[in-house]
């Protein structure tokens, strides 16, 4: 049985990730006992556990196990032979025996109750007897791929490492004290390691006193077992998002090629990857049953205790035709009260059903973006050079310097509404202080909603209840009472607690959250990106970019087959000379491209759209459409620093800087962020001193979504190339960056004009 740990652990904030070309590493630990820093045993892994009578039972299991699904593939001990780059997190003979055990013993007892009583539901373990000669091969490769990354990773720090096993776990490392030597010891999801960091010739091993039992729950299911949150569980099976929740594989045939291609060579003859999953993600923010009943409590004289006086609560703000009754003393008599849909949980218009939908966004994110695909915001993300650890081809840190926030906006499962994720670095210390004195807590928090202002301009008095909701670290939160046992990672994404109730409000996001410069990375539109490791996945020696195929991505339509769209990775070139972008990566098409996306929704209203781009004499010239209309002439994107464009040179003078860019809006352009920055002779330089990075005014559009019909309140942007000529040798390439969704009253304000940030 592993050790809870979540009452004694003791996080240290032990060193920064630092990449090489061959594989990941942290920094030392000064205190680590040498014999378990860097063991080099000049073996490869599969040698080096076959030479180890301790792990005869994990080579058992790693040679039934399989590299491909249903039995396909190479054993998983074959592939650990050949020379690649790889982390294996070893269990002794001892933890595979217990774990047969415990498994066995769990399902069986289930089965049992079942007998008795047919409402208890039968947990399938896998494990069918403590046998291990009777451990199915589906099982064994389970198993094996929960233990494995295909990468390099040595333990020092707290953290998410980088990158997933090949089961598709997130490995979080956290670190206590040896009760006996009171030295730091390592856990990987919770389980001690008993030797770690022994380098072999193909990567590293760490031993394992139990088994990481494989994630086999998505999130709904997940979230059930946990104590502390059985209204809101009761709430997602209620409305029917339980089941939805559930989701993990979006296309069982899909294997990277299949019915979406066949392999393409670019221009320059690679063979770019396809993403090598196609599954669904989900995170999930969730109050406590606590939370609920103070909070509304102190702020609603009503304690929520129950699933239909959660859904009285969330009438209040998402309910239609409310009447409240109310007993002598002056409390809710929720039966008596009435609104629009009271009690039917399914229906889209009902308040309980709002009031879920907002809590799960479409994709699975980790609470940071862990030097790796999947987070909230970028952060703390390099890709490695080739001269060592300090040589790093993208510095995320670099790129988006801590004077500005790191910022994100996803959409939820309630229909047309956006959630903000802000980790808040700039100096607010005024709100910062509203936070029990302290004015440093937020700058390492995920904050839902965030408003500088703390609510000041919060149209709704109760809406400051509501924002600047601070997403929990797990760590932080399995050392509360009565959650210790929380686990926050399932099969398909994420869970995780919240500080205060989540409400979104159509008033408060339009006139206040949201009255904003909008700024999305262009490859954030597309929750698949995210869910299958494509987005900010690391840089490795084999490719830097990956083939979207048609279809992949729902809010992104081929509208010809000669368009050939590219996730390019975070990268750098050489200063003034393309590769100035937002978050280091881009979009880039090639062929005779025809394709559109759908733009995220944002609250109604008027807005001009901007696109991002960089020039390059190997791009072309697109025609760009809104909602299928044409918007005006074709852009060159060939061309940089041109006379009609307005560019102009940084000057000294802030004065004539405005004027310029006011000149230069006048015909359609603008330079790119301040904001942004990349290294330069003499330091970093932000891009408005590049002619190369620009932004294209598309234009200027009311935003409804008063339709009957769904597809109607949505919007779509096109671009279509228009070059004449072109060649295989010379591309009419297309590329973007950001896409900016800007409400009007922010660029017409003249007390406060737009910033150049």
Request: with cysteine; proline share 5%.
């Amino acid at each position: 049985m592993k050790e809870n740990i979540g009452k004694r652990v003791k996080l240290l904030t032990l060193g920064l990730l630092s990449f090489l070309s061959v594989g990941v590493y942290t920094s030392c630990i000064d205190d680590i006992p040498e014999g378990n820093r860097f063991t080099f045993t000049g073996e490869l892994i599969a040698d080096h556990l076959e030479n180890d009578t301790a792990y005869s039972n994990f080579c058992w299991i790693l040679e039934k196990a399989t590299t491909g699904r249903n039995g396909r593939g190479s054993s998983m001990l074959t592939t650990l032979s050949t020379y690649g780059a790889y982390t294996c997190f070893a269990p002794t003979n001892e933890a595979i025996n217990s774990f047969l055990v415990e498994k066995y013993n769990e399902w069986k007892e289930s089965v049992e109750q079942h007998e008795q009583d047919n409402d208890v539901k039968i947990i399938n373990t896998g494990i069918y007897s403590t046998d291990l000669k009777e451990l199915s091969d589906s099982m064994a490769s389970v198993i094996a791929k929960n233990h494995i990354i295909e990468m390099r990773c040595l333990i020092s720090g707290a953290e998410v490492l980088p990158q997933k096993t090949m089961n598709r776990q997130s490995v979080q490392i956290s670190w206590g004290y040896d009760s006996l030597e009171n030295i730091p010891v390592p856990y990987a999801e919770g389980i001690k390691l008993l030797q770690w960091n022994t380098e072999t010739e193909n990567g590293y091993v760490h031993r394992l006193e139990s088994v990481i039992s494989p994630t086999d729950q998505p999130t709904s299911t997940l979230l059930s077992t946990q104590p502390a949150f059985t209204l809101f569980s009761e709430a997602l099976e209620k409305t029917g998002f339980g089941a939805k929740l559930e989701l993990l594989d979006l296309d069982p045939s899909y294997d990277g090629l299949g019915k979406y291609g066949t392999p393409f060579k670019t221009q320059s003859n690679q063979e770019p990857p396809y993403p090598e999953t196609y599954y669904a993600g989900f995170t999930l923010l969730v109050e406590t049953d606590e939370l609920l009943a103070d909070e509304t409590k102190n702020h609603l004289n009503l304690s929520i205790q129950s699933v239909e006086q959660l859904e009285f609560f969330a009438a209040h703000w998402y309910g239609s035709n409310l009447k409240v009754e109310k007993f002598a003393d002056g409390t809710f008599d929720i039966a008596k009260s009435t609104f629009d849909h009271k009690g039917d949980y399914t229906n889209k218009n009902n308040p309980l059903y709002k009031f879920v939908a907002y809590h799960i966004i479409d994709r699975a994110l980790k609470h940071s973006s862990g030097r790796g695909s999947g987070g909230f915001v970028m952060e703390n993300y390099f890709t490695p050079g080739d001269d060592g650890p300090d040589d790093k081809k993208f510095n995320s840190e670099i790129n988006l310097p801590d004077t500005f926030d790191r910022y994100d906006y996803f959409e939820t499962e309630l229909p047309y509404t956006l959630i903000k994720v802000t980790k808040p670095l700039a100096n607010h210390s005024a709100m910062y202080k509203q936070y029990n004195g302290s004015e440093n807590r937020l700058r390492d928090e995920i904050v839902l909603n965030y408003a500088q202002e703390m609510g000041t301009r919060c149209k709704n008095e109760y809406m400051k209840h509501h924002i600047n909701v601070v997403v929990e670290k797990y760590e932080n939160t399995i050392t509360r009472p009565g959650l210790e046992e929380f686990k926050n990672q399932a099969t398909n994404g994420w869970i995780y607690t919240i500080d205060k109730i989540l409400i979104y409000n159509d008033d408060e996001m339009a006139t206040n959250i949201l009255q904003e410069r909008m700024r999305w990375d262009v490859f954030s539109l597309f929750p698949e990106l995210t869910n299958n490791d494509v987005r900010w996945k690391l840089e490795d020696a084999k490719y830097t970019m990956v083939y979207i195929p048609e279809d992949y991505c729902k809010r992104l339509r081929h509208r010809n087959t000669d368009t050939n769209i590219y996730y390019l990775r975070p990268h750098v070139g050489n200063w003034g000379g393309g590769y100035a972008n937002y978050q280091g990566d881009e979009m880039l098409v090639t062929g005779k491209y025809d394709f559109e996306y759908r733009i995220p929704f944002v609250p109604e209203g008027r807005y001009e759209i901007r696109f991002g781009f960089s020039t390059s004499d190997s791009r072309g010239v697109a025609q760009f459409y809104f909602d299928d209309k044409i918007c005006g002439i074709p852009l060159d994107m060939r061309i940089s620093n041109a006379d009609f464009m307005g560019w102009f040179e940084e000057s000294d003078n802030e004065s004539e800087n405005r004027k310029n860019d006011k000149s230069m809006r006048n015909r359609g352009f603008m330079k790119a962020p301040a904001s942004i920055a990349l290294p330069g002779d003499g330091g970093p330089k932000n891009m408005r001193y590049t002619p190369t990075a620009l932004r294209r005014v598309i234009g200027t559009y009311d935003l409804n979504y008063n339709s009957s019909n769904p597809k109607d309140n949505e919007y779509w942007l096109r671009f279509k190339d228009v070059t004449e000529g072109g060649s295989e040798t010379k591309p009419n390439e297309f590329n973007q960056d950001y896409l900016e969704i800007v409400p009007i009253k922010i660029i017409t304000d003249p007390a406060k004009p737009e910033d150049i940030y």
